[in-house]
């Protein structure tokens, strides 16, 4: 109901006879308009169109909608005069029952001059105080006044030539009366020199003066119509390109809209207008070959923009493997019928992508099941091509430069067509390419390949030559990045913090004692998903999609509460868990496994004082055997989570409902995680549950630690390092051989899985 918002706001300042005009009565009054704004703006009247005689039927449901609304309003309505106004109101409707496309298209046109309203200057006002109430313009209706602008001048035009065509016709008759009057032979003939003679050919002077200036006016009109659709088709071309490019960046979280139906209107209403015009060009009697050749190009353009990959395929293709994608035709609806269309797809290099204005001859790879038709869906109104059961049997690689990898070269799916729209003899070859793709023939190659695309996805610009991506970018933009994909790849609202930003940029740059702020740094690609990190067999990506994996599997509702520190180096940790009590634990990611997740705890040294444990991580393949909650149960050392929060009354709700007794007689057996000193321990057994929870916000932990603050000369952080004189910390990288678990059940369970 926005439109009608900014609409109530402008009526008090348009004259009587423009509100008259837009909401004409007793067609459709403006109380129409007001006690059905919300109804009429979901519609889709902009379909509606006289010459489309097969919408009929959807255009009298509208109208019955309207008329059984009104007459459901009028009978709620408690004022008499309303209640008798709106029953009139939907009496006088059922006029166009026997016309109901002629209602539809009205609909359509008041709402577009409602935009065309809304896009215009505010008219001069005596009363200063009006500019107040007059409603500010959203750019959600660019799009629609565009056209809206269009089409109204296009009305313009036709209405020009029809009063040029009707005053020509008054011209011939009336030469052809003029030449009877003043031939003396004739009956009725006059003396050349009468004044009756004089007055007529007077008359056929002004009338052919008449004609010149309509058709001046005409031919200007057409040349400002051919204008303006150029740049509103320019504005669609660009706001398709910046559909594609939202895609593109929807692989690494960003926000997406892809809903397709409006740039669907966009075009078939700029199609339309291009054939209207075209006919404009023919009937104006003079033929006008620039701007001929100008709404041809236009039209070859707007079909040739028209295709669109609307699901795209898998970024990460392997070999032999099945996959499938969908291609949409936005001018489905203007297809010549007859011969289907078929759609073909191929797969193309980076150098053919690079050259598209000739069709490729090398065959790159092998495509089974790559053709499709495109077929109309009348209930969505949309014409797709969706290939089901694509597969790659083989790909033909390029010779790879330096230390390049297999899965570094990109490829892209190459989509076309040749199709004639109805009205246009010559036929059209469309085409358009995917997304950039990695071919992959192993598994094992999918994460170095994933990473390839994300570079790709984060990095490339608009409009880049396919597919050019920078090798080195600030390490804000690289952090951005982390952060949305972590976020959408887990389906959680909460994102990395600064705290998890600096560990990441510290690990990334090897820089564990750097304090600075790591926003202008450049991170290369080698050093993102090259190099192996210092002292560890994997690189930077791999380490960090593999904690992504964990936390999305096991973890999401953990960190969704921020019950998960997350990403923390070791001299950060001793900084806050300095001054805990014994007992105080927090949750965070190996930094030193692939996907694995550890608990350091503060707990007492032999000499009495205190050091902190890092208990060995539990990978993916630990908590699917027993979770997460039910691990931090068992183990009686850790009762606080940092920084001060009962552990059983933060975890209660993870922890598993106790185990039936067996109903065959068989003694229930249940497995438990022992750690260290506990692992000797039979009898040992986790603590009690709280029965009272209190309320709990583990998302506002108290952070004392400041990246820029911790790691200075004068504050140092070593591995080991004295709380105070008397009570000394040692700290402990793994402290437990294994989660060791009752008799020894869980290496027995992993020997079976399959």
């Known amino acids: 109901m926005a439109q009608w918002l900014h609409m109530s706001q402008l009526i008090p300042c348009l004259p009587d006879d423009t509100v008259n005009n837009l909401y004409p009565p007793p067609a459709f009054p403006i109380e129409v308009r007001h006690f059905l704004a919300d109804w009429i703006e979901s519609q889709r009247w902009d379909d509606f169109v006289l010459e489309k005689v ?73 009363n200063p105080q009006q500019y107040q109430q007059y409603p500010n313009r959203e750019s959600s209706f660019l799009n629609l006044q565009d056209v809206d602008h269009l089409v109204l001048k296009v009305l313009q035009l036709q209405e020009v030539r029809k009063q040029k065509h009707q005053l020509q016709e008054d011209l011939n008759w009336e030469r052809q009366n003029f030449e009877g009057l003043r031939c003396p032979t004739q009956p009725n003939g006059l003396d050349p020199s009468s004044s009756e003679i004089q007055k007529r050919k007077n008359q056929i002077q002004d009338m052919e003066f008449n004609v010149k200036v309509l058709f001046t006016k005409s031919f200007e009109l057409l040349k400002e119509c051919v204008d303006c659709l150029d740049q509103c088709q320019t504005r669609l071309i660009s706001r398709l390109k910046t559909w594609r490019w939202e895609q593109h960046k929807a692989t690494i979280g960003h926000p997406f809209d892809d809903n397709l139906n409006p740039l669907q209107t966009w075009c078939e209403q700029l199609v339309g207008v291009n054939g209207k015009l075209r006919q404009e060009l023919m009937l104006i009697g003079e033929p006008v070959p620039e701007l001929q050749e100008r709404l041809g190009k236009l039209l070859q353009v707007l079909i040739q923009s028209s295709l669109v990959v609307e699901k795209q395929p898998p970024q990460v293709i392997k070999t032999q493997s099945k996959f499938s994608t969908t291609v949409r035709y936005l001018l489905g609806e203007k297809v010549a019928p007859g011969k289907p269309v ?75 067509a040749e199709i004639t729209i109805t009205g246009c003899d010559t036929p059209y070859r469309i085409q358009m390419i995917s997304l950039p793709v990695v071919v992959i023939v192993h598994g094992s190659q999918d994460n170095n390949a994933l990473a390839t695309i994300i570079w790709d996805c984060a990095f490339s610009e608009p409009d880049r030559m396919p597919f050019v991506v920078p090798e080195r970018v600030p390490w804000r933009m690289m952090y951005s990045t982390l952060n949305s994909k972590f976020t959408s790849e887990v389906q959680t609202q909460h994102g990395l913090d600064h705290y998890n930003q600096h560990f990441l940029a510290q690990k990334i740059f090897d820089k564990p004692d750097f304090a600075e702020d790591y926003s202008n740094m450049m991170v290369s690609w080698a050093q993102f998903n090259k190099e192996v990190l210092p002292g560890r067999p994997f690189t930077f990506w791999q380490w960090f999609e593999g904690v992504m994996e964990l936390t999305k599997k096991h973890l999401k509702t953990y960190w969704s509460e921020g019950l998960i ?92 409902e106790p185990q039936a007794p067996s109903i065959g007689g068989y003694i229930p057996v249940s497995l438990r995680t022992r750690v260290g000193m506990e692992a000797g321990s039979a009898t040992s057994s986790p603590p009690p549950i709280a029965d009272s929870p209190q309320s709990f916000s583990a998302h506002h932990f108290p952070q004392p630690f400041s990246p820029q603050e911790s790691i200075t000369p004068d504050n140092p952080c070593p591995t080991d390092m004295d709380f105070n004189p008397t009570t000394p910390v040692v700290y402990s990288e793994h402290i437990s051989p294994g989660n060791n678990i009752d008799m020894e059940l869980e290496s027995i369970l992993q020997t079976l899985e399959p």
């Not at 029953?87 to 609909?107: C, D, H, K």
């Not at 797809?345 to 053709?371: C, H, K, T, Y």
Request: with cysteine; proline share 4%; glycine share 4%.
């Open 565 to 656: 520190f997350g990403f923390i180096g070791k001299q950060h940790l001793h900084l806050i868990l300095k001054d805990r009590p014994n007992g105080t634990f927090l949750l965070r990611f190996s930094d030193s496994e692939i996907g694995g997740i550890t608990i350091a705890y503060v707990s007492a040294s032999e000499n009495g004082g205190q050091k902190i444990q890092n208990i060995q991580p539990f990978s993916k393949r630990d908590l699917e055997i027993r979770s997460l909650g039910d691990r931090i149960r068992d183990i009686s050392h850790i009762t606080h989570l940092y920084p001060e929060f009962p552990k059983d009354e933060v975890f209660k709700k993870f922890y598993s």
């Open 54 to 126: 097969e919408m009929e039927s959807q255009a009298r449901a509208l109208l019955e909608q309207t008329i059984s609304m009104l007459q459901t309003m009028a009978q709620q309505n408690s004022n008499v005069v309303d209640r008798m106004k709106l029953m009139a109101i939907s009496r006088n409707m059922t006029r166009f029952q026997q016309q109901p496309l002629q209602f539809g298209v009205m609909v359509r046109d008041i709402l577009r001059k409602e935009r065309v309203l809304l896009s215009t200057p505010p008219p001069p006002m005596s």
């Open 342 to 416: 078929m759609l073909k797809a191929q797969i193309i290099n980076e150098i053919q992508a690079r050259n598209l204005a000739v069709v490729p001859a090398d065959n790159v790879g092998e495509l089974i099941n790559n053709s499709a038709i495109l077929e109309h869906n009348t209930a969505t109104k949309s014409t797709c091509a969706t290939f089901r059961n694509m597969s790659i049997k083989k790909i033909k690689r390029a010779d790879r430069k330096g230390s390049e990898s297999v899965t570094e070269e990109k490829f892209a799916l190459l989509f076309s």
